[in-house]
């Protein structure tokens, strides 16, 4: 059975820092990974999806790698904000799953001023 | 534009009361998923319908029941609520194996 697992549980850096978020899984037959964001009380807002095919995707400061391989994913937030605390998850597909997520527990990120 | 639609956003229900979450997405997406999210436990699919007219049990389906109405619309029924299933609840929508687009959640309690 997929596990996905995200180290480390909470997370807490100055403003302007980078911030490095990762994520693995056991079974590197996944077809799709994909990182989400929670605010407190609210859904999942989807941030980025990596196709298995692909080593990373960018969206403004962004950035995340897949490494199949290792069966792990890192996501970079450059210049973090005080707006950039929330939770962050990451999720995978496999295969055969019919897009079914498989979900790590999150990182729960604090940005102070 | 809308995404994911889930109503109600709030709900308190007695144990053995029954009650059907719903959920509708204007992104013509044919797969829809029902999770629900715990803490300590993460967000666990209840059931999933991979296209319009099937569904299929997820991880933890006892106690629950869906209907995939339309292309647009799944709801998730609770037949007779009990402590257990107070939970926060997620519709997502996606093409299969696209990107899944969540709701903002019913957050049920039972009493």
């Known amino acids: 059975k997929q596990e996905v697992t995200q180290i480390p549980a909470a997370l807490s850096v100055p403003e302007g820092e980078n911030l490095v978020l990762n994520c693995s899984f056991t079974d590197s037959a996944i077809y799709n990974l994909q990182w989400f964001r929670q605010d407190p009380g609210k859904g999942l807002t989807s941030l980025l999806l990596i196709q298995s095919s692909q080593r990373e995707q960018t969206s403004g400061r962004l950035n995340a790698s897949l490494d199949k391989s290792s069966g792990r994913s890192t996501l970079y937030i450059a210049a973090s904000q005080p707006g950039d605390s929330a939770t962050y998850l990451c999720a995978v597909t496999t295969t055969d799953s019919w897009g079914k997520l498989q979900f790590g527990a999150g990182t729960q990120v604090v940005v102070t001023p | 534009n809308a995404g994911v639609t889930q109503t109600p956003k709030f709900q308190v229900l007695k144990t053995g009361q029954s009650m059907t979450l719903q959920c509708a997405q204007d992104m013509n997406h044919n797969s829809m998923y029902w999770y629900r999210q715990d803490p300590g436990m993460g967000l666990r699919l209840i059931y999933y319908s991979a296209s319009e007219g099937t569904t299929d049990k997820g991880e933890v389906p006892n106690g629950y029941n869906v209907s995939r109405l339309n292309k647009r619309e799944f709801s998730l029924r609770l037949e007779s609520a009990a402590p257990s299933q107070t939970s926060v609840y997620f519709c997502?929508?996606?093409?299969?194996?696209?990107?899944?687009?969540f709701g903002q959640g019913t957050r049920l309690t039972v009493v």
């Open positions: 997502a929508s996606s093409q299969v194996q696209g990107e899944a687009f």
